[in-house]
């Protein structure tokens, strides 16, 4: 009698708070005070607010009201200053599992530490809604509660489950994922409550990814930390989110459908196949997927959906199809390189012979008469060899031997630039080519140093460091091999046309 509960919802009239207001003058019939518990009181209309607002300001000694809700910011100010407020918290879940261990062990109940942790993780903080759990329990099994049990009441997968579904998201295993989805069909699950635990493993998934000490925001077991600590070892962060961003608003989706396995099936697909969207989060995916496989050391076979939307990026099979393209395009940049050597070639014959000339006729003037012609024109001959081997001689050291100063100015301006030419080999080529040698499974480097900004940033660095002026140039490991292979080829097929008479020179 002294304790008095009202529920708000459905007495939230000015005349219910009237009547309230009427009893409140009666002392308590046992204890010292009265309590008047007013459940969702934020339901209360204006007018019953108003009306409560002076039996608040100035209550009875012997009254004291509780003002409960879930939504605080919704009463009025008025009614909050004149209120002490109390927020309750989570309960975390050692707590949770503690308590449920003690009343089971004075029950004579038995249950494992799997079965609390799992009771613990959807009761999500709350006392009330892990007791009714265990209550269930103990109705449904009796005097021994297993895991199973639990799950089997809550309609969802144990944690070794959800661990394999996340995996296959990760890889982009759909088969597996899929079968999985027929797993959970087949044992009568509610894929509602399975969601519900997918997404808050994923969220642990990413806390743990993105923070470097996750035990302070994540309630786990140990044994659940450790695993999720490893599993986030391998994962993307932008995968994380896109399944995080894709399954939250299936959840609602699903509640109303006839087909629940339908829209998940069809989230999985979207989940594996990021190529089949036209989104920048899919994009981004898809660019993190591949940069990781490719610092892995190379492209799985399994991952031949992906190389082929991605420019730039060949499987094997696919080089050995482009063979052609590419032995034609590189026969086109020894046609121009071979042209610039020729027009380099005419214009110092055209120097040369302009000195020649210059110098034959100053001779020939200063010379007396009676001397021979063939020692002016050996002098001019010697004059412009002299000044021809001067015009070839670098003016600068090798920029090849100056690459870690190149790098360290690099590193200083453009630390993500430097990052990717970490595992390239310079080399210098002919007439001012300056190459970059990168590792095969590097082709994704090398289109990004090619692209217009990168590439005059790094021929500026070269020649602030070095003094020459070079043209960068971008290769792969294999590409210098077939290269290599088919110089070999017309070197000896020129000397099985013209025999001694061919000469090979190095001229780099």
Wanted: aromatic share 4%; charged share 30%.
């Amino acid at each position: 009698m002294d304790i008095v509960e009202i529920d708000a919802a459905s007495n939230n009239g000015v005349d219910e708070i009237r009547d309230l207001r009427d009893k409140v003058r009666f002392p308590p019939a046992i204890g010292r005070y009265k309590v008047y518990i007013i459940d969702e009181v934020h339901m209360l209309s204006i007018g019953a607010f108003n009306a409560l607002l002076k039996t608040l300001e100035e209550p009875p000694p012997h009254v004291v009201f509780v003002l409960a809700t879930t939504e605080p910011h919704k009463l009025p100010a008025t009614i909050l200053s004149r209120c002490q407020r109390f927020d309750f918290r989570r309960i975390p879940q050692k707590v949770l599992t503690a308590r449920m261990k003690a009343i089971c062990d004075k029950m004579n109940v038995t249950i494992d530490e799997e079965s609390l942790h799992t009771i613990a993780r959807w009761a999500e903080g709350g006392m009330r809604d892990a007791l009714s759990l265990l209550d269930q329990c103990m109705s449904f099994c009796g005097g021994h509660i297993t895991n199973d049990d639990v799950l089997n009441i809550l309609g969802t997968a144990d944690q070794d489950f959800l661990f394999q579904v996340a995996e296959d998201i990760l890889t982009g295993n759909l088969q597996g994922l899929l079968h999985n989805i027929g797993r959970l069909s087949d044992d009568g699950k509610d894929f509602n409550a399975f969601l519900r635990d997918l997404l808050h493993y994923i969220r642990n998934l990413l806390i743990v990814k993105s923070c470097s000490n996750p035990e302070s925001l994540l309630d786990v077991a140990e044994s659940t930390l450790k695993q999720l600590k490893n599993q986030a070892e391998k994962a993307g962060e932008g995968r994380l989110i896109r399944t995080i961003e894709l399954l939250s608003p299936l959840e609602s989706e699903m509640r109303y459908s006839t087909q629940p396995r339908v829209l998940l099936e069809l989230a999985a697909v979207k989940l594996c196949r990021p190529e089949q969207e036209a989104s920048l989060e899919a994009l981004l995916d898809r660019v993190e997927y591949l940069e990781k496989k490719l610092g892995s050391g190379g492209m799985a076979a399994s991952d031949a959906m992906i190389a082929p939307v991605t420019p730039g990026i060949l499987h094997d099979d696919a080089r050995e199809e482009n063979k052609p393209v590419k032995q034609k395009k590189r026969a086109e940049q020894q046609k121009a390189v071979k042209q610039g050597t020729e027009m380099d070639m005419y214009s110092e014959k055209s120097d040369s012979y302009l000195e020649k000339s210059d110098s034959g006729l100053k001779e020939a003037e200063r010379k007396p008469v009676g001397t021979e012609p063939s020692e002016s024109r050996q002098g001019a001959v010697g004059a412009a060899a002299t000044a021809t081997k001067a015009g070839d001689a670098q003016t600068g050291p090798d920029p090849a031997s100056k690459w870690p100063q190149i790098m360290d100015g690099i590193e200083q301006e453009r630390p993500s630039i430097h990052a990717t030419l970490m595992d390239a080999k310079p080399r210098m080529g002919k007439n001012g080519v300056f190459k970059l040698i990168f590792p095969p499974s590097m082709g994704f480097h090398v289109l990004l140093i090619e692209q217009e900004n990168n590439r005059t940033f790094i021929e500026d660095m070269i020649k602030k460091t070095s003094g020459q002026q070079v043209r960068l140039e971008c290769m792969l490991e294999d590409e210098i091999e077939e290269q290599t292979a088919d110089e070999d080829y017309i070197v000896e097929k020129a000397r099985e046309a013209f025999g001694s008479l061919v000469e090979v020179v190095d001229e780099d």
